[in-house]
């Protein structure tokens, strides 16, 4: 079936550096990359939506220059956390949708720890 | 808008035992529903999905069934094991939309 691999699984860094988080769709297409943030005991809730080519479509109250989304190509998606403070901590996932429209296959998983 | 609302965990059960996890939705058109279940320190699996009324999902023993008229999805399996510990998602997607929304996940913790 359909594989997303993200990378990479967790990440330690200190405050004021950038993050790059990637997601790649193995064996299939993937026209939309969407990405999540999880907190503790929470659900997922979506950041942005980003189409191959285009600019990411962010949700209310995500900072899109801090939170920067690059969907260059049809098999890659990436999330950049710039200057993490220790309040970007969280779990990021990346979720993609196939070319045919069929189904969302999730990524595994980035655990941001900032110190 | 949409939104899913499941039960509160976390759902101690014995081996063996019965699960429902409980799932409600409020959405403006005619949704997809899906369980997605999260193991720790792991991304989201689809487990099972059904995409109109009266379908039934069903995947690895466990089985949810699309009802319009309560407007749920509750979740089910007979009998858990150990390894079913995992948080579940219930969640939405309204067709011609792409985003999914989620319910808040229902961690299920299962003994021996």
């Known amino acids: 079936g359909a594989v997303v691999s993200q990378h990479p699984s967790w990440v330690i860094c200190k405050s004021g550096t950038s993050v790059k988080i990637e997601c790649r769709s193995l064996?299939?297409?993937?026209?939309?990359m969407f990405w999540y943030r999880q907190f503790p005991k929470q659900s997922l809730m979506l950041m942005a939506t980003?189409?191959?080519?285009?600019?990411?479509?962010?949700e209310q109250g995500v900072e899109k220059d801090k939170f920067l989304i690059n969907h260059a190509s049809l098999t890659l998606s990436t999330l950049t956390v710039t200057s993490a403070h220790p309040e970007d901590s969280s779990f990021y996932i990346c979720?993609?949708?196939?070319?045919?429209?069929?189904?969302?296959?999730f990524g595994s998983g980035t655990r941001l720890t900032v110190v | 808008g949409d939104s899913v609302t499941q039960m509160e965990g976390p759902v101690t059960l014995s081996e063996e035992a019965c699960l429902t996890i409980?799932?409600?939705?409020?959405?403006?058109?005619?949704?997809?529903l899906f369980w997605y279940v999260q193991y720790p320190g792991e991304g989201l699996q689809l487990l099972l999905k059904?995409?109109?009324?009266?379908d039934k999902g069903s995947n690895k023993g466990f089985e949810a069934t699309y009802r319009k008229e309560t407007t749920s999805f509750h979740l089910e399996k007979g009998s858990v094991q150990v390894s079913d510990s995992a948080v579940y998602f219930c969640?939405?997607?309204?067709?011609?939309?792409?985003?999914?929304?989620f319910g808040t996940g229902t961690k299920l913790q299962v003994i021996p």
């Open positions: 064996d299939f297409q993937a026209t939309t």
């Open positions: 409980n799932c409600t939705y409020t959405a403006t058109g005619y949704p997809s």
């Open positions: 969640a939405l997607s309204e067709r011609g939309y792409q985003k999914v929304t």
């Open positions: 059904a995409t109109k009324a009266d």
């Open positions: 980003s189409n191959e080519g285009s600019k990411a479509t962010y």
């Open positions: 979720s993609a949708r196939d070319r045919a429209g069929y189904g969302y296959t």
